[in-house]
């Protein structure tokens, strides 16, 4: 994928290992404007630029194709979960990607240093999970995760087959996890996530239908961050999960130097709440950073004070990562 392309583009790549630290982060949306930088100081690492070919998706309407992840079948291709019904706690998970005879497919073009990328989020967007399966010769993957609560979860598949005129998917298929549910609500809107003593701020507005820059700026014990690490050919990765339907919005961050900004170029494909995750790495270890953005929020009269009882208290979502 070009990096700066549309966020409607769905490529492989978030980076985040199993044991991988993961932000409590909150939201944002409209967010702040970030200050204007040269090109030079936006974030992609020296060795991003590998041809990746993006999923170029246009604004939901008319005629539009779908976000990336609502469709378990897709171009020949199908996500096929042999474990879609994993307990809590940790388990592996195996799956196979099947072409249109059924059979499974064995050889993948390998972008961004793996052949497939798989993600696993819960269903009200409070637990998240980059993980980076293993594949037999058979074609099946395995991989360790860890879902800690029964519930509704969703598992994507991004990967680029290696046959003739193939090109990059990003397949999505319901997981069930037994036991007694309890939805958690979606983290509030703040303008800053905190994880293991970084702070990252987000800047920039996520819109319908129009390109925007965010800008998501690193920081740690209050002082900027400009030695953050290349991981899988970027300083950051950025996935955006919109609330509902759990499309799923992948992109790779403009060129750049190793912080403290990483900067995306981003559309949404529709109005709507979503939820961002951005990986980086720093001193050898991945964290996430997550935030809640609402794209096209319309502008709303200012409310009355409320009470003390009638305040609302926005919790940290209890996120953890794999």
Not at 119 to 129: K, N, P, Q
Not at 198 to 209: A, F, I, S
Not at 269 to 283: C, I, K, N, V, W
């Amino acid at each position: 994928m070009n990096t700066g392309v549309k966020i409607t583009a769905f490529a492989a790549a978030l980076a985040a290992t199993f044991g991988t630290a993961y932000g409590v982060g909150k939201g944002v949306g409209p967010v702040d404007e970030p200050a204007k930088a040269e090109r030079g100081e936006h974030a992609a690492a020296p060795d991003a630029a590998d041809g990746h070919a993006g999923h170029e998706e246009a604004p939901a309407g008319a005629g539009a194709e779908l976000p990336g992840g609502l469709q378990v079948s897709q171009g020949g291709y199908t996500l096929a979960l042999e474990t879609p019904a994993p307990p809590v706690g940790r388990s592996t998970l195996r799956f196979a990607i099947e072409d249109s005879a059924g059979k499974k497919v064995t050889a993948f073009t390998t972008e961004h240093g793996k052949e497939l990328h798989f993600i696993v989020a819960s269903r009200d967007l409070t637990v998240f999970r980059h993980l980076h399966p293993e594949k037999a010769a058979d074609g099946t993957w395995t991989v360790e995760a860890d879902l800690p609560a029964a519930g509704g979860y969703k598992a994507f598949a991004d990967f680029k087959p290696a046959a003739k005129g193939a090109g990059a998917l990003t397949l999505g298929a319901d997981l069930g996890v037994p036991g007694a549910y309890a939805p958690r609500p979606l983290p509030a809107a703040a303008p800053t996530a905190t994880v293991d003593g970084y702070q990252v701020r987000l800047g920039g507005t996520l819109d319908p239908g129009k390109a925007g820059e965010l800008r998501l700026t690193v920081s740690k014990d209050g002082r900027p961050v400009t030695d953050l690490e290349p991981y899988l050919g970027a300083y950051g990765h950025l996935v955006a999960l919109r609330q509902g339907d759990l499309a799923y919005l992948h992109v790779h961050p403009d060129e750049g130097g190793p912080g403290p900004d990483v900067s995306f170029t981003a559309t949404a494909p529709s109005a709507g709440t979503y939820r961002l995750f951005l990986d980086f790495r720093h001193e050898g270890e991945v964290r996430t950073a997550a935030f809640t953005v609402r794209a096209g929020a319309p502008e709303a009269a200012p409310a009355p004070a409320a009470t003390p009882s009638e305040t609302p208290e926005h919790g940290a979502g209890g996120h953890s990562h794999g």
